[in-house]
């Protein structure tokens, strides 16, 4: 699944395109696509046609663009999700499922296009809220405008991310100190800090040297605010090579793969020796999936009995 590095690359790409677009039309291929769009609140296609687009934000893995009305179009990318900038009249994708027709005032017009293999992605329009904090919602290339204070619906339950301006650090270590769960089962709450999948969360363990079960409320402040560095670190790094790309799920709007796939140090990389100490890499089950870790430098260790 796209996290927070591929989400905010296709953010970063789309942006300059759609900003101050108008949707001129909208085609559904695929309703399965729309699974998250409240029919309730009206027809998709209805909705968008002839707003403006004033920017595209990014909070965790989530994707929007806000829109005249205060409504906002939110895309989820699921699984293996696309949203792609085609120039008009290019044939369509086999799995073409959404697209849209805007017109740019410098650009003139152009398509985006949702694709998406295994429909586990989406596209919806929905409402937005204020933030409980005022701040800006999420990432963007403007802060400043009207729309920057408000959240999708859907997205108002979603943690900010540990690279958003307005994350805040200490409220991170106090949920930390009261949860009894391993720390990457924390890391991967959406709720709490957002954007961070199986494959950043492997990294940052194996950067912080903590074993992916230790207890959450068993770190000491020290080891805390190294795990949040080293999560920084790691998304910074692979939002600097494009994001992770396995294979052609993942693309950035010009359809281009990431490269930091062969940066990894620990996710994927079970069976090769530690670039730290040698011992040979492990990969073990974990909540469906799997956990990649060094043995040596990640060891399990007894809770205090004191805690912090």
Same mark, same amino acid.
Request: net charge neutral; proline share 7%; charged share 20%.
């Given at each position: 699944?796209? %996290?927070?590095?591929?989400?905010?690359?296709?953010?970063?790409?789309?942006?300059?395109?759609?900003?101050?677009?108008?949707?001129?039309?909208?085609?559904?291929?695929?309703?399965?696509?729309?699974?998250?769009?409240?029919?309730?609140?009206?027809?998709?296609?209805?909705?968008?046609?002839?707003?403006?687009?004033?920017?595209?934000?990014?909070?965790?893995?989530?994707?929007?663009?806000?829109? %005249?009305?205060?409504?906002?179009?939110?895309?989820?990318?699921?699984?293996?999700?696309?949203?792609?900038?085609?120039?008009?009249?290019?044939?369509?994708?086999?799995?073409?499922?959404?697209?849209?027709?805007? %017109?740019?005032?410098?650009?003139?017009?152009?398509?985006?296009?949702?694709?998406?293999?295994?429909?586990?992605?989406?596209?919806?329009?929905?409402?937005?809220?204020?933030?409980?904090?005022?701040?800006?919602?999420?990432?963007?290339?403007?802060?400043?405008?009207?729309?920057?204070?408000?959240?999708?619906?859907?997205?108002?339950?979603?943690?900010?991310?540990?690279?958003?301006?307005?994350?805040?650090?200490?409220?991170?270590?106090?949920?930390?100190?009261?949860?009894?769960?391993?720390?990457?089962?924390?890391?991967?709450?959406?709720?709490?800090?957002?954007?961070?999948?199986?494959?950043?969360?492997?990294?940052?363990?194996?950067?912080?040297?903590?074993?992916?079960?230790?207890?959450?409320?068993?770190?000491?402040?020290?080891?805390?605010?190294?795990?949040?560095?080293?999560?920084?670190?790691?998304?910074?790094?692979?939002?600097?090579?494009?994001?992770?790309?396995?294979?052609?799920?993942?693309?950035?709007?010009?359809?281009?793969?990431?490269?930091?796939?062969?940066?990894?140090?620990?996710?994927?990389?079970?069976?090769?020796?530690?670039?730290?100490?040698?011992?040979?890499?492990?990969?073990?089950?974990?909540?469906?999936?799997?956990?990649?870790?060094?043995?040596?430098?990640?060891?399990?260790?007894?809770?205090?009995?004191?805690?912090?």
């Amino acid at each position: 699944m796209p %996290e927070l590095p591929e989400v905010e690359v296709v953010r970063a790409g789309l942006a300059p395109a759609v900003t101050g677009s108008r949707i001129l039309g909208v085609e559904v291929f695929d309703e399965r696509s729309l699974r998250r769009h409240d029919r309730g609140s009206g027809d998709f296609s209805a909705l968008l046609q002839g707003r403006r687009i004033f920017a595209a934000v990014r909070r965790g893995k989530f994707l929007w663009m806000p829109l %005249e009305g205060d409504l906002a179009l939110v895309a989820h990318l699921g699984m293996s999700g696309q949203v792609l900038l085609r120039t008009p009249g290019e044939p369509a994708e086999r799995l073409l499922r959404i697209r849209l027709q805007l %017109e740019h005032p410098e650009h003139g017009e152009l398509w985006l296009h949702f694709v998406d293999q295994r429909i586990f992605g989406s596209m919806a329009v929905d409402r937005m809220l204020p933030t409980p904090d005022g701040l800006p919602a999420g990432h963007s290339g403007d802060v400043s405008g009207p729309w920057s204070g408000f959240v999708p619906s859907q997205v108002a339950h979603i943690g900010r991310d540990p690279l958003d301006p307005g994350f805040d650090d200490e409220a991170f270590h106090q949920a930390l100190s009261r949860r009894r769960s391993g720390i990457k089962r924390v890391l991967l709450d959406q709720t709490l800090a957002s954007g961070i999948g199986n494959i950043y969360a492997d990294e940052s363990l194996f950067m912080a040297g903590l074993h992916y079960d230790q207890p959450a409320d068993s770190l000491g402040r020290a080891e805390a605010e190294a795990l949040l560095e080293a999560v920084r670190t790691v998304l910074q790094k692979a939002l600097a090579e494009g994001g992770t790309s396995f294979d052609a799920q993942y693309v950035n709007v010009n359809g281009q793969a990431g490269y930091f796939a062969h940066s990894l140090l620990a996710y994927g990389q079970q069976g090769k020796p530690c670039p730290r100490c040698g011992t040979t890499l492990v990969r073990e089950s974990f909540m469906n999936r799997g956990s990649h870790l060094c043995p040596a430098c990640q060891p399990l260790r007894p809770a205090p009995s004191v805690r912090r």
